[in-house]
């Protein structure tokens, strides 16, 4: 894909994130956003487009942050790793490190 082929909306994400002018209209987006250190991504659930800069996700097609989960499939996007079994089984085995065992028993 071509950036000319973004929406007006994308490309302006685009420009904010990398805080540039301009953008290359002939040049595909995988490649410019490589050249950049940045990673881009399709979610293996939806198709979204997503990029990585070494610290967050971006949503490209949805132009905004994501918390997207890389699996040994690929990229699931946020709303489709929320709706996943291993997110489940996440939530299902999370247990925060702030909880004690009390003994009512025992007594004060």
């Known amino acids: ?3 000319h082929e973004l929406t007006h ?3 302006e994400f685009l ?3 990398l805080d540039v002018e301009e953008l290359p209209e002939e040049e595909d987006v995988a490649s410019f956003l490589s050249s950049k ?3 881009l991504y399709e979610c293996i659930g939806c198709g979204k487009l997503v990029f990585h800069d070494n610290y967050e996700f971006w949503n490209l097609s949805e132009c905004c942050d994501d918390n997207s989960k ?3 499939e690929g990229l699931l996007c946020e709303v489709c790793y ?3 079994p291993e ?3 996440d939530w299902i085995l999370f247990k ?3 909880v004690k065992h009390v003994d009512f028993k025992r007594g004060v």
């Open 70 to 72: 890389l699996t040994k």
């Open 87 to 89: 997110n489940l089984k």
């Open 37 to 39: 250190g940045f990673t």
């Open 15 to 17: 420009k904010r994130i």
């Open 82 to 84: 929320s709706r996943s």
């Open 1 to 3: 894909m071509r950036i």
């Open 96 to 98: 925060p490190s702030w």
């Open 9 to 11: 909306q994308q490309k």
